[in-house]
């Protein structure tokens, strides 16, 4: 099972959007309604921030979305803000397996 | 909240086995839940180890499962990992997590703790 695909990086201006986008395959993203979507600020325990697609766990905020498409996921950040800049992974549940994608690095210009 | 915290040598020789124990506050394991070990590699993402249940129950990366032990100590309340046979590829960031079996998520990490594999 190979790694979710994600573009390496994404930037955006304060109060602007960025979308992340998370491909994988039929057996995986495609397959189940499981994507998962993790924050990394380096150093830290990464962030669960959408579950299930499109779910946000409490105290995350809604700016935070999660969609999917075929076998492609997205995460949008509305109205960045600098403590948006992170790392973010997504995932995904298989019958055999846990996958991860590559990860994105969101920098706020 | 929930706490999870890694512990372990951070420097294991190649061939040798890695072992790392997570210990869990705020929760205790014999209520439920699944516990997780996670890894990131100098450079590259994450990649799922191993789960384990209460009960005992356990989930294999089957990239990895050859190697791979994980157990549970509900009286310590901790769970841990041993990776035989290590080499250089096995160095990473070593994070241990709660899983969720109903949505197959992650809601809990530790912070993680680096182990290199070097002589």
């Known amino acids: 099972q190979s790694a979710l695909t994600q573009p390496p990086s994404a930037s955006g201006s304060p109060g602007q959007s960025v979308t992340i986008s998370c491909s994988g395959t039929s057996s995986d993203v495609g397959g189940y309604n499981y994507v998962s979507w993790y924050q990394h600020h380096p150093g830290n325990a990464p962030k669960l921030m959408i579950y299930e697609v499109s779910k946000r766990p409490s105290g995350v905020p809604d700016r935070f979305s999660g969609s999917k498409s075929g076998n492609t996921a997205s995460l949008t950040v509305s109205g960045l803000q600098a403590e948006d800049e992170a790392d973010y992974y997504c995932?995904?549940?298989?019958?055999?397996?846990?996958?991860f994608g590559t990860g994105t690095r969101v920098t706020v210009l | 909240q929930v706490q999870l915290q890694e512990s372990g040598p951070g420097l294991v020789k190649p061939s040798e086995t890695l072992s790392l124990t997570c210990t869990v506050s705020e929760y205790s394991i014999s209520s439920g839940y699944y516990w997780s070990w996670n890894r990131q590699s100098p450079g590259k993402g994450l990649e799922w180890i191993a789960t384990i249940n209460h009960g005992g129950s356990t989930y294999f990366n089957p990239s990895l499962k050859s190697r791979v032990t994980i157990s549970v100590d509900t009286s310590k309340n901790q769970f841990s990992l041993r990776l035989t046979s290590v080499t250089a590829a096995d160095t990473a960031v070593y994070y241990c997590?709660?899983?969720?079996?109903?949505?197959?998520?992650?809601?809990?990490w530790g912070q993680g703790t680096l182990v290199t594999v070097s002589s």
């Open positions: 995932s995904s549940w298989t019958p055999s397996t846990y996958v």
């Open positions: 997590a709660r899983y969720l079996a109903i949505g197959f998520y992650f809601d809990f």
